[in-house]
């Protein structure tokens, strides 16, 4: 059988689905259709909303909003979703809005950390291993892949795609496109050379990340514009997934790289 602590204050809508060990804390409200995975917290004062999917092993602090409707004067009430994955920590007065019929769902993947007075907009799509420090926020169909970092106080424009294992100082406005494995900081918004400290923790090796700062020298350092230097890539560098991915970022990239 579920074990459950609920607190006699919460609030719990209909067809909501419980794991087992899941603790919903005092005045909290989990409203209709929501899923709640197993050994997940919920604390107090969290409102969890409508269509609201939530994995195992999740913690969620007191006074945050998760998976209320879109800021977006565009929404007319259509059904659409909150997917948090497992083992993901949200912790205070963190809002979280759930997508729009223009993709549907707003997903954070598994072992992410949002950290205080974070906000998330309408169909964002966070990879795993994600930390997103206080009062970071995202507009609405930001992108960021896996194992990136903003600094507090980081402001992403909507549309905006943050490649894997990248790390944005704190403070500083997004406008354009981050392409993996780099160190972005100042204003306006600059390659700063590659996340050196993030690659080490990842385990790339020194002739790895030699190469990535080879590339990025080619991309930033050469004085060529995008096009000249992606050729010069292709032709000069050998093949490896590092360099597939870079390439693949910036062929992808709608709003263009810093």
Known sequence: MEKLNIHPTAIIGENVNFGSNVTIGPYSVIQNNVKIGSNSKIGNYVTVCNYTRIGENCSIFHNSSIGEIPQDLKFDQEKTETIIG????????????????????TVIGDNCLLMAYVH?????????????ANMATLGGHVSIDN????????LVHQFCKIGI????????RVVQDIPPFILAAKEPLKYQGINLVGLKRSGFDQKTRQKIRNIYKIIYRSGLNTTEAIKTIKSDFESSREKVQILEFIKNSKRGII
Do not use: M, Q, W
């Not at 497992?86 to 997508?99: M, P, Q, S």
């Not at 729009?100 to 769902?105: E, I, Q, R, S």
């Not at 194992?147 to 980081?154: E, K, P, R, W």
């Open 147 to 154: 194992n990136t970092s903003l600094g507090g106080g980081v």
């Open 120 to 132: 998330i907009g309408h169909d964002c799509i966070l990879g795993d291993n994600i930390v997103l």
């Open 165 to 172: 294992h990248v790390f944005v100082g704190g403070g500083f």
């Open 86 to 105: 497992n083992g993901v920590t949200i912790r205070e007065y963190v809002t979280v809005n759930r997508g729009t019929k223009a993709l549907g769902k």
